[in-house]
């Protein structure tokens, strides 16, 4: 976690932004960091606060892959960065992964 929260500040600290939580979960998959559900959930919030969240499927590949699986928080989270019924298949597909 300790990590995690360290190259986050790095990467946000960058000159340029990254352009999506795509490119930043690849970013942590290449320097070998797992991201905490917690980590997970405010990037979801950031980066749709910006208009950078644009498909979940990408941040569900990740969780998979590390083992984390989707709370409540994080579920809302989502809903609000697609917008309330702007892409309920992509709610759906975070709702069913945590089943």
Do not use: C
């Amino acid at each position: 976690r300790r990590a995690a929260n360290l190259l986050l500040r790095k990467k946000f600290a960058q000159s340029e932004p990254l352009d999506s939580v795509h490119s930043l979960i690849r970013s942590m998959k290449a320097e070998g960091v797992t991201m905490s559900l917690r980590t997970l959930t405010i990037l979801v919030e950031k980066y749709s606060d910006e208009g950078l969240f644009y498909n979940i499927d990408h941040v569900l590949k990740y969780m998979e892959d590390v083992g984390v699986q989707p709370d409540a928080e994080f579920i809302h989270a989502t809903v609000r960065a697609y917008g309330v019924g702007a892409n309920p298949a992509g709610v759906e597909r975070v709702v069913e992964f945590g089943k």
